[in-house]
């Protein structure tokens, strides 16, 4: 089953657009990347059980320029490798499986028939909405 996770998007005023989603959208920080050297933040809602359902993941542009995308989450590793043949069969690949360590785990990403990328990963802490 694959499970709606999270948007990214980028900023160019990082700070500014956490404090605007924090207070306009009620969000909190779920996830501050910054901590291990990372230039994300993701927000979202809190839960009973501390794991979010999805988030909102900000990219601070000034330290590196990486692209907006929706992320979707597969059951196992398996999937996603079966997803990344698929992808290259089509010819849709936009980044192969990677492992990009903790709180992110496996990703690969896509390109729809409109330009935009869709990732789709394994091993996020995160529920996702169906």
Not at 7 to 12: E, P
Not at 41 to 64: A, C, E, Q, R
Not at 101 to 130: A, C, H, R, W
């Amino acid at each position: 089953m694959i499970k709606f996770t999270h948007v990214a998007i980028h900023s160019s005023s990082f700070d500014d657009s956490i404090f605007f989603y924090k207070s306009w959208c009620d969000l909190d920080i779920i996830n501050d990347r910054r901590i291990y050297g990372g230039n994300t933040v993701w927000l979202g809602y809190p839960t009973n059980n501390h794991i979010p359902n999805f988030v909102l993941v900000i990219y601070d542009i000034s330290k590196t320029f990486l692209v907006n995308h929706l992320g979707f989450q597969v059951e196992s590793l398996n999937k996603l490798k079966d997803y990344e043949t698929k992808a290259i069969n089509t010819n849709i690949l936009y980044k192969p499986v990677a492992n990009n360590g903790k709180d992110v785990g496996y990703t690969m990403s896509v390109k729809d028939p409109g330009d935009n990328i869709v990732e789709f990963t394994y091993g996020q802490n995160l529920t996702g909405i169906n």
